[in-house]
């Protein structure tokens, strides 16, 4: 065995090892615990109903503001596409449709962000924070004032996040988990102001945006996306530009 070989296996290992110990502290945690007791049969058979083994490694969520839903997909070895897990209810939300631009606007972030924390012991039940602000966020909202701490988070309140009940919220966080555990260290989230369809957007721009083309310019860049998904069940490889536009290929 070359030594290239040897330390790939050794650093494989020692990741697995992490994981698992990671996923067993989390475990650990009073409400973690409580939530993998009454949910986890449950999580498995909503993966079972789509065919796909669970924990998977391949999981993708996507929110529509207006709609107040939030969508679970994960990879099918069998189609070679995303399927459609399941749809949760997204029980309060806050602010207008369009992006969040700077600290205290009580806007939801949209665009292209993954989970990159995980709280068992939240002032919210259980919160899995988003990575808002994203590359694009900080050239075109305001640089002196961006804010932060946007959460998908049990509760049913918000100022900015993305509140579910805290029934709901154990469903979501132990799939979270679960992904980590087994190797997923990106879990994306694209979050849209509804469904991006050419009527919804055409919609929107008669009824409510005329008189602010930069942010109908901004969900015609998040259309792009939408569509790219939509379309191919695949997850595009995601840019963001000089000017703050997102890139898709």
Not at 125 to 138: A, F, M, Q, T, V
Not at 226 to 238: A, G, M, Q, V, W
Request: aromatic residues 14%.
């Amino acid at each position: 065995m070359n030594n290239f070989l040897i330390s790939f296996c050794f650093v494989l290992i020692m990741n697995t090892s992490f994981s698992q110990d990671w996923l067993a502290n989390q475990l650990q945690q009073p409400r973690v615990s409580v939530a993998n007791v009454s949910k986890y049969n449950n999580v498995v058979s909503l993966f079972n109903a789509k065919s796909i083994k669970f924990p998977s490694n391949r999981i993708f969520w996507r929110a529509m503001k207006w709609n107040k839903v939030l969508e679970l997909w994960a990879f099918s070895d069998d189609s070679s596409k995303y399927v459609l897990i399941k749809s949760f209810s997204i029980c309060e939300t806050i602010g207008d449709l369009g992006p969040k631009r700077q600290e205290g606007d009580f806007q939801i972030p949209e665009g292209f962000y993954y989970i990159d924390n995980f709280n068992p012991s939240s002032k919210y039940h259980l919160s899995l924070k988003i990575s808002y602000p994203n590359e694009s966020d900080r050239i075109l909202g305001n640089k002196e004032k961006l804010g932060g701490d946007i959460y998908i988070h049990g509760g049913c309140e918000t100022i900015g996040c993305l509140p579910m009940t805290d029934s709901v919220m154990e469903t979501i966080y132990l799939i979270n988990i679960y992904a980590k555990a087994v190797g997923q260290e990106q879990i994306p989230i694209h979050i849209y102001p509804t469904k991006l369809t050419v009527n919804n957007l055409n919609k929107m721009k008669k009824d409510y945006f005329s008189g602010k083309p930069e942010i109908l310019d901004f969900w015609t860049n998040l259309k792009e996306g939408y569509e790219y998904f939509d379309k191919k069940r695949l997850l595009p490889s995601i840019i963001v530009d000089e000017s703050g536009k997102y890139k898709f290929f």
